[in-house]
Structure formats: C-alpha cells, structure tokens
C-alpha cells in the first residue's frame, strides 16, 4: 500500500560526496517524520536524520556538519547530502516515513528496501 524507493547510493572515495534519494508512494493521506537510517553489517540499525513535520530535523552526532537532510512534503520525498564522507560511513541506508493513510489518527512507519553505501579508496 506505501512503498518507498530509494536511489542514489554507490562507491565512492573518502572526502567524497553521495546525495541519496527516497520517494514515497502509494496509500498516502499525510507524512509525519521522514528520513534516513544506516546499518553496517554487525551492528545495528542507527538514525542518520530525521525531518519532522514542523521543520525540526534530528541529525546523528556523527553526521552533523556533514550531511544534509531536505524534504519536500508536497512530493513525498526526501534526500541526503553526505559530504565529506568517511570509511565509517559504509552501510546500508534505509529510508523511513511515517505515514498517515487515512483521515484516522492512527499513523505507521514505512521502509524502504535500502541503497549500499561504501567508502572506499
């Protein structure tokens, strides 16, 4: 009923740039929160950034000053821009909506299949 796609990820150096894509779709009344998450293998799943309903944007400490979140709420979609991108950013990126589907109040969170990220020289 919702599906989100990502795009975007790929292989690139240290110090370099990816900017990721997520478009959601479907059964889609309203979006709350809508963002991004990593997982490298081993650990777990983590919050990269978040945008909120509201303008508010939650960003891991390990990203902030590096990456970018925006969110056009209109369209269902919402980006990253990783900029100075380290070794340890390799991971799977997830994208995440929390969707209201209807005029209810109840609202469901969403994830997309993933995009690898791998930082590499």
């Known amino acids: 009923q919702v599906q989100l796609v990502e795009s975007g990820g790929g292989l690139v150096q240290p110090g370099g740039s990816l900017r990721l894509s997520c478009a959601a779709s479907?059964?889609?009344?309203?979006?709350?929160?809508m963002g991004w998450y990593r997982q490298a293998p081993g650990k777990a799943r983590e919050l990269v950034a978040l945008d909120n309903t509201g303008g508010s944007t939650d960003y891991a400490d390990s990203v902030k000053g590096r990456f970018t979140i925006s969110r056009d709420v209109a369209k269902h979609t919402v980006d990253l821009l990783m900029n100075s991108l380290k070794l340890e950013d390799t991971a799977v990126y997830y994208c995440k909506a929390n969707v209201r589907i209807n005029t209810g109040w109840a609202t469901y969170d969403y994830w997309g299949r993933g995009t690898q990220v791998t930082v590499s020289s």
């Open positions: 479907g059964t889609i009344y309203d979006i709350y929160n």
